[in-house]
């Protein structure tokens, strides 16, 4: 065994003052080299170099976006770029489009993590009949094609009176095979039996379990599906422009693909409607984005 001599006990180096070794960083964590913080620099500029191109040829007049060399700087037309969509984005406005589509979007992505929730609970942790062939029915209808359902689906709207309606794009899709298989792989992994176990001991019935037990586990996959499904409701084009009247009751990419159209393209006023579009995903990415980090956080200091 090694013996610490006395002039060099932690208390006498203390009573010389003589400085304690220093950290490695908050919760003793490595230092980042110059090569990391090099890296990291560079990845960050090249993933924020499409949004402030978007900017900079929002800013800008329609010959100066074509020229050579493109501008790198932004310029003076942003507000006077942003006006002219907010007015001629679609025939109501771009409010009305952005309206639209943030309704849809939220009402899908509630719906789609809701419905998903309680589907992978049920698969990941019940024992009914038939739950195996069940989930395999439902994984495989991830292989259809969009394309192919939408003839059926555009009669199905119509039979159901929601031609040219919010409705008719929600209701397809309240709930997707994605969100139910990728809610019962993380159920699967993160939610322990023996938790359920308790609970059913101390008397809770199916729904507090869900709500009490299920819900907070399952809050940081919640918020990844919740995020993907809000981005793709958002961006989705080809069913809006096929079950919706344009220029009636237009969506955001509908409205977008509008400004596109006419003897000549102004690509200053399509960036401008692209930025414009682009700024509520922005706030998703942030909230969701704090929510999962908070999630994961949480989950390791319980672990």
Do not use: C
Request: proline share 7%.
């Amino acid at each position: 065994m090694t013996t610490v001599p006395a002039s060099d006990s932690p208390a006498r180096r203390l009573r010389k003052g003589t400085p304690r070794p220093r950290a490695r960083g908050a919760g003793g964590q490595h230092r980042a080299g110059p090569f990391a913080l090099a890296t990291l620099i560079l990845v960050s500029v090249a993933s924020l170099f499409p949004l402030y191109w978007t900017l900079v040829a929002a800013s800008s007049d329609g010959h100066r976006v074509i020229a050579t060399p493109p501008p790198l700087v932004p310029g003076g037309n942003l507000f006077h770029n942003i006006g002219y969509v907010w007015e001629h984005a679609g025939a109501r406005g771009m409010g009305v489009a952005l309206l639209n589509s943030t309704l849809v979007a939220g009402t899908v992505a509630l719906s789609t993590v809701a419905f998903s929730v309680l589907a992978g609970f049920a698969f990941a942790k019940l024992r009914f009949p038939g739950r195996g062939a069940l989930l395999a029915l439902v994984v495989s209808t991830m292989a259809v094609p969009a394309q192919v359902s939408i003839v059926p689906l555009f009669i199905l709207m119509k039979h159901l009176g929601l031609g040219n309606q919010l409705g008719a794009l929600i209701l397809p899709t309240l709930v997707t095979a994605f969100g139910v298989f990728f809610m019962r792989q993380y159920l699967t992994q993160a939610l322990p039996t023996e938790l359920l176990e308790a609970a059913r001991v101390d008397g809770a019935n199916s729904l507090r379990v869900v709500w009490h037990v299920v819900v907070p586990v399952a809050r940081p996959a919640m918020a990844v599906l919740g995020m993907l499904t809000f981005v793709q409701s958002w961006n989705d084009f080809l069913w809006p422009i096929i079950a919706m009247n344009g220029a009636i009751n237009p969506t955001v990419q509908v409205a977008l693909a509008g400004l596109g159209t006419g003897w000549s393209t102004d690509w200053s006023i399509i960036t401008a409607g692209a930025l414009v579009g682009t700024l509520p995903l922005l706030l998703v990415f942030t909230v969701f984005g704090r929510q999962i980090v908070g999630g994961i956080t949480q989950g390791a200091l319980k672990g």
